[in-house]
């Protein structure tokens, strides 16, 4: 029996192109590194192939350790601090009772981005990772790979990757704030958040902070943000509050939307896109503002957006 090994590829691509977007924050990049093992896989006779699986899984994560390696370079320089690159996930969010916010109802382009592990704060967070610490700790963490696979992937002693496993799930824990799942009524505390920030009700909307709250900006070199993090509830509510008295403008074009299985607002302005914030939560209270204002960065996600 002739085997599909086209056929065999795609059914693979899903789970490679989420592993290989975790893995780099960008899904441009993930898709050329899904393409580069495609390229492998063509030329690879299949019946070398005990296990495609693994074999596929192998190739994208070294792959992506390469590519990783060069692109942690370029950050390095990288004006302010780097937010990975979102995926548009869900755009079912109902229309929330403030003026101008809506609900998209333009389906993404990218749906593959999977479940757990995508939140854009983790994402952030890895960023702090080694690339064969993020491959560990994604490998095992997230997509369940026992230990003596992953070995074979990052070509260590099982025994080093678990202790790989543990140094990344440290570093992980302590460098980012805890987060609950979303509360059940996100979309009213969400609008309720958003008001009390165009009202200027610094007391309200310190109440629906926690205490260590954080906002990171993402502008690059081109867009003016914060270029550190800003921590604590007064400060947070002062820095949203001024923000928006400053460059939140009437016929701004206002969508809620589901982005890495978190709640975020995406602003549009004359048909171009101007900022993405990306809520966190823990306990009914926000725990974490991610905005993103990078134009490369936004221009990207609105292709995908509005396609």
Request: negative net charge; without cysteine.
């Amino acid at each position: 029996m002739t085997v599909d090994t086209t056929e065999v590829f795609e059914a693979e691509r899903p789970r490679l192109l989420q592993l290989a977007y975790r893995m780099l924050g960008t899904p441009d990049d993930a898709d050329d590194v899904v393409q580069d093992a495609w390229l492998r896989w063509r030329r690879t006779a299949f019946d070398d192939i005990e296990n495609p699986a693994a074999w596929l899984t192998t190739v994208t994560t070294r792959l992506s350790i390469d590519r990783l390696t060069s692109a942690r370079r370029r950050r390095e320089t990288y004006v302010g601090p780097w937010l990975p690159e979102p995926l548009l996930v869900d755009t079912s969010v109902r229309p929330l009772p403030f003026a101008h916010a809506d609900a998209s109802s333009i389906d993404p382009a990218v749906t593959t981005v999977g479940g757990e592990g995508v939140e854009l704060g983790l994402l952030r967070v890895l960023e702090t990772l080694s690339p064969v610490e993020r491959a560990v700790f994604l490998l095992h963490d997230v997509f369940g790979y026992p230990f003596d696979e992953i070995s074979v992937v990052v070509e260590k002693s099982v025994a080093a990757a678990r202790q790989i496993a543990k140094r990344a799930r440290d570093r992980v824990r302590s460098g980012r704030p805890r987060l609950d799942s979303e509360p059940a009524d996100v979309e009213k505390w969400s609008a309720a958040f958003l008001g009390a920030v165009v009202d200027g009700d610094l007391d309200g909307l310190m109440a629906m902070m926690t205490d260590d709250v954080v906002h990171i900006s993402d502008g690059g070199a081109e867009r003016h943000a914060a270029r550190r993090p800003v921590v604590g509830g007064d400060r947070v509510a002062r820095l949203l509050v001024n923000l928006t008295k400053r460059d939140l403008r009437d016929d701004d074009e206002l969508h809620w939307l589901r982005v890495n299985r978190q709640i975020g607002l995406y602003i549009v302005r004359e048909g171009e896109p101007f900022m993405l914030n990306v809520l966190g939560w823990r306990d009914g209270r926000v725990a974490e503002v991610l905005s993103i204002l990078n134009p490369d960065k936004l221009a990207r996600f609105h292709a995908r957006w509005s396609a």
